[in-house]
Structures are given as C-alpha cells and as structure tokens.
Antibody, heavy 118, light 107 residues
Framework: QVQLVQSGAEVKKPGSSVKVSCKAS????????LSWVRQAPGQGLEWMGG????????SYAQKFQGRVTITADKVTSTVYMELSSLTSEDTAVFYC???????????WGQGTLVTVSS | DIQMTQSPSSLSASVGDRVTISCRASQTIRNYLNWYQQKPGKAPKLLMY???SLQSGVPSRFSGSGSGTDFTLTISSLQPEDFATYYC?????????FGGGTTVEIK
C-alpha cells in the first residue's frame, strides 16, 4: 500500500521560506509524478506543481513560478517543496499527492499546515 | 487555465436521499474529470476518475457521468459517512484545476 508521510507543521515569518517534505513508501517511487496541492483555510484545492523523480524535472503552476522549488531524492524516496517570500496569504495546508497518470491523484499525504505570521 | 465551476456550493440532505452535484468546465475536457471527497481535517480522497470510473474501494452508490463541459456526481442513497466536501478536478490540461467544492451537510 502506498503511503505518503509529510513533515510536521511550521510557523514562519513573512518574507521567509519553508521547505516541506513528503516521504513515499510502498510503491514505485521514481516512476510516478508527485504533486503539491495548496489549501488555504476554508478554501479549495490549488495545484502548485509536480515532479517525476526518475526524470527529476519539475513542472510548476504559473502562479507559483519563481517562488516554488520542487525536488526529489530517489535515494530516500522523498519529495520536497520549498516556497519562498512567504506572506500571510500562504498560510495553508500543503498536500503531496501521487499522480497515477494524467493528473489523477490517487494517494495523498496527511497534509502539512504552514502558518505565516509576524 | 481551465476554470471548473461546481454547483451548488453547499446542500443539505438526509440519510437515504439521492444527491447530485454538478461541475462545469470552461472549455471541453472530454472525459478528463475526477471527483474527490474531503472530510474536515483530512486529505482529499479519489472517488471517480475519467468522469465515470469508480476508484477501487469506493462504494457503488457513487456514480459519475458527463463529457465535454458538463459533469455530474451522484450519490444514490446518502449515508452518514458521505457528509463531506466534494471537489471536481480536470485532468485534461496542465495545470490541473479544481472546482470550488460542494459541501454536503446533514439536514
């Protein structure tokens, strides 16, 4: 059974960066794309970007281009999402999700709450 | 980006009711449409993919239909565990985009 386990909650200052991890187990890590999805409090779901670890080439949503970096470590089966220049509007739960093909997300991490506050 | 619009944004229903949620895409997406269920404090869960295919392990009271721009998720007989928020998502084009969600509440 595929499991995605994310790092714990973070509190950050405006202007700083946050790096969230997502460790995969139980499946073929390298061959599936892993994406990051943001959910602001009480709001909907927003795709930020993804990466196929075997190719290690990320793809980003235009909205986050220049501010997000997604990387993968095939040795530890872990994907990272770093978001910079944080503002209060970045306060959200961030999910990693496995793309089984064609942007269909079949497994999700438990979510990581990032709070941006001065 | 393809815009996804869900209606209604919320509804109240009773156990045993038939519930229908609509989703409309801003341009044709053929059948590249997925549905997710999300309960408070939990990650979304894939229910349906390719508009009408049931994800493994999902009860058969869930069904999906539609193609092109208009889609529907139907719950044939609402159960207590079905009270949640439902999202549609297009997988036709990058970036994948989600509808605003429909919250199913207990009447």
């Amino acid at each position: 059974q595929v499991q995605l386990v994310q790092s714990g909650a973070e509190v950050k200052k405006p202007g700083s960066s946050v790096k969230v991890s997502c460790k995969a187990s139980g499946g073929t890590f390298s061959s599936h794309s892993l994406s990051w999805v943001r959910q602001a409090p009480g709001q909907g779901l927003e795709w930020m970007g993804g990466i196929i670890p075997i190719f290690n080439v990320p793809s980003y949503a235009q909205k986050f281009q220049g501010r997000v970096t997604i990387t993968a470590d095939k040795v530890t089966s872990t994907v990272y999402m770093e978001l910079s220049s944080l503002t209060s509007e970045d306060t959200a739960v961030f999910y990693c999700a496995r793309d089984r093909g064609g942007s269909t997300f079949d497994y999700w991490g438990q979510g990581t709450l990032v709070t941006v506050s001065s | 980006d393809i815009q996804m619009t869900q209606s209604p944004s919320s509804l109240s229903a009773s156990v045993g009711d038939r519930v229908t949620i609509s989703c409309r895409a801003s341009q044709t997406i053929r059948n590249y449409l997925n549905w997710y269920q999300q309960k408070p404090g939990k990650a979304p869960k894939l229910l349906m993919y390719a508009a009408s295919s049931l994800q493994s392990g999902v009860p058969s009271r869930f069904s999906g239909s539609g193609s092109g721009t208009d889609f529907t998720l139907t719950i044939s007989s609402l159960q207590p565990e079905d009270f949640a928020t439902y999202y549609c998502q297009q997988s036709h084009s990058t970036p994948p985009t989600f509808g605003g969600g429909t919250t199913v509440e207990i009447k």
